[in-house]
């Protein structure tokens, strides 16, 4: 890994970002900071406790922050996630017969379990964990990528789920495998693109999505309101467009971090490090949260970009991380 000192000059887009509103999103992060090899709890506390009496979030962030730069060597990829809308039932019935499923009790952090394909094929039948149920595999699947949703039940009202545990296997992409075999390149390969190619292949299709081992449990969320973002790792709602999954290897949860994602879209604007993702690895690899809905989810999942992550941190923190001189 490597660090450099970079300055508020050198961001591009800085002087005209809304840096209030990446502020009210650091706020929210601030009580669930935790240390990590990159920082310290106490180059945090009192940053923290003086956010209540700023009245210029820029200022602030100029005044107490050092940006840095953090690499390991590999490119920066920015990729984006999203909460998708979709019609769901908490009871099996007609085309509903694909269930989402509770977090089982014998599951334990960090030891790998039972593959996608056995629990697809009947391994959790039986134990009552079946949450909801969904008419399209293919959406079901996509949930598990993005890790949370808001469902429109069949038999009225609405339902807010959310991550509560995976079962430890590597995720592999599909994305990548139907590249691999030649179906799709690296130009036209999309979430939208693999839908219809496993809706259109739909026995094929199946042992596709079975290709990625990896399964993600859920949970009702019932203390969201309607204009609340999704749970994020931090345990806060996260916020569209200003909240970004890191590897938390690199980057310390409730961090900023201001991006610069080239691309058809460009992105300047200063995020707030408060997801994570199983795909989600290096110094320079981020997914952008685009917000909820169809529209959010076409963009997110389009987005495959290069930049340039650039993370602020404490004086103090900046200072023990980077190289002497």
């Not at 601030?30 to 406790?49: I, V």
């Not at 969320?221 to 999704?230: A, I, K, Q, R």
């Not at 909240?243 to 300047?268: S, Y």
Request: net charge positive.
């Amino acid at each position: 890994m490597t660090v450099k000192a970079v300055s508020f000059s050198e961001l591009a887009g800085w002087e005209t970002d809304d840096h209030a509103a990446a502020f009210a999103a650091f706020r929210k992060s601030c009580k669930k900071l935790r240390a990590n090899d990159l920082t310290k709890s106490a180059d945090w506390k009192d940053l923290c406790a003086i956010t209540k009496y700023v009245s210029n979030p820029k200022a602030f962030f100029e005044i107490f922050f050092q940006p840095v730069l953090i690499e390991d060597g590999k490119p920066t990829l920015f990729t984006g996630y999203y909460e998708p809308e979709i019609v769901a039932s908490r009871s099996r019935v007609g085309s509903f017969k694909y269930p989402l499923y509770k977090r089982p009790p014998e599951l334990k952090e960090g030891v790998p379990w039972k593959t996608r394909a056995e629990i697809e094929n009947g391994a959790l039948e039986g134990q009552g964990l079946e949450l909801a149920w969904l008419s399209d595999p293919v959406e079901n699947f996509f949930l598990h990528v993005q890790g949370s949703g808001r469902l429109k039940l069949n038999e009225g009202g609405s339902m807010r789920v959310g991550f509560a545990g995976k079962n430890h296997q590597t995720y592999r992409s599909v994305g990548k495998e139907l590249i691999r075999r030649g179906v799709l390149n690296q130009s036209n390969a999309s979430a939208g693109s693999i839908k219809e190619w496993v809706r259109s292949n739909p026995s094929d299709g199946r042992l596709l999505l079975q290709h990625n081992p990896s399964f993600v449990f859920f949970r009702e969320l019932t203390n969201l309101s309607e204009s609340d973002g999704p749970i994020g790792a931090m345990g806060i709602s996260v916020s569209s467009k200003r909240t970004l999954a890191v590897d938390p290897k690199f980057q310390l949860l409730g961090a900023p971090v201001w991006i610069n994602k080239l691309g058809a879209k460009p992105l300047h604007r200063l995020m707030i490090a408060q997801d994570v993702g199983s795909a989600i690895k290096g110094a320079q690899r981020a997914d952008i949260f685009y917000g909820t809905g169809a529209e959010a989810g076409r963009i997110a999942g389009t987005t495959k970009d290069s930049g340039r992550m650039i993370t602020l941190l404490p004086h103090a923190s900046a200072r023990r991380l980077l190289p002497e001189g």
